[in-house]
């Protein structure tokens, strides 16, 4: 009997994948950097909008590093009182936490019904990692403070600081308020201070994606005088004239 043929062997595959070789990283020309780095902010988000609409690998980029779900964002209520301790208020990071306490508050207080506060994202929301804060400094009496420039901090015109700066050929004084070598131009009203001191009062960081507010209330609008009843109106007197004539 003749004996069977050998096959040859297989080839036995471990899974193990070969390293990716990274993409090579384009090279920006600095005629390109330098027109980014002057261009009108409008016009900036103009372009990157419309980029975000014709180009999917970019717009995912974008999503990456720019939005996060709402559980992420720390919430709190707006009628807060300790806002002078920006690390002492206890802050509720999600749904579950917030109807917690309300929960809480209704066994303990059975006769006052807590009314529910709205929040301004869900959990599985989408937002911007990135939110602009209504951060304001205060002075010792507590009230706020506006001074030249947002949040508080004006030009610094005591000092000699400015004296060799030309607006015309080196821009706006104002643009630099958050540039770090230009701190010692620019003063807080509050308490005299140069630009990059610590602070004599802060408030915590607000957003409008993390503030837990009560829900608005709507005011019933007066409904509009139909036109038929005013002329029903405008012929009785028109009668009454005639009648006194």
């Known amino acids: 009997m003749p ?9 036995v595959k471990n899974g193990a994948q070969a390293k990716a070789e990274s993409p090579a990283k384009l090279v920006v020309l600095a005629a390109l950097k330098k027109a980014i780095g002057t261009m009108d902010h409008i016009r900036l988000r103009s372009l990157a909008n419309d980029y975000c609409e014709t180009m999917q690998p970019l717009r995912e980029d974008f999503e990456k590093s720019l939005l996060v779900p709402g559980k992420k964002v720390v919430r709190y209520h707006a009628d807060s009182d300790s806002e002078d301790d920006k690390y002492g208020e206890k802050e509720s990071t999600s749904e579950d936490e917030i109807k917690d306490e309300d929960a809480s508050y209704t066994r303990e207080h059975p006769q006052r019904r807590k009314e529910r506060k709205q929040i301004a994202v869900a959990d599985d929301e989408m937002v911007p990692r990135y ?9 010792s009496t507590s009230q706020l403070t506006i001074g030249v420039i947002a949040n508080g901090i004006q030009v610094n015109n005591e000092d000699d600081f400015w004296a060799d700066y030309d607006e015309p050929c080196h821009g706006y004084i104002d643009d630099l308020m958050d540039e770090l ?58 009668s009454k004239n005639k009648r006194r004539a």
């Open 3 to 11: 004996r069977a043929k050998r096959q040859p062997l297989k080839v």
């Open 131 to 139: 939110a602009a804060a209504s951060v304001a400094r205060l002075n």
């Open 181 to 238: 070598d230009f701190q010692d131009g620019f003063k807080w009203s509050c308490c005299d201070e140069l630009g990059d001191a610590e602070g004599c009062k802060w408030t915590k960081h607000k957003s409008d994606l993390d503030v837990i507010a009560p829900k608005p209330v709507l005011r019933p609008q007066a409904a509009p005088k139909s036109k038929t009843k005013r002329k029903a109106e405008e012929g009785v007197k028109g």
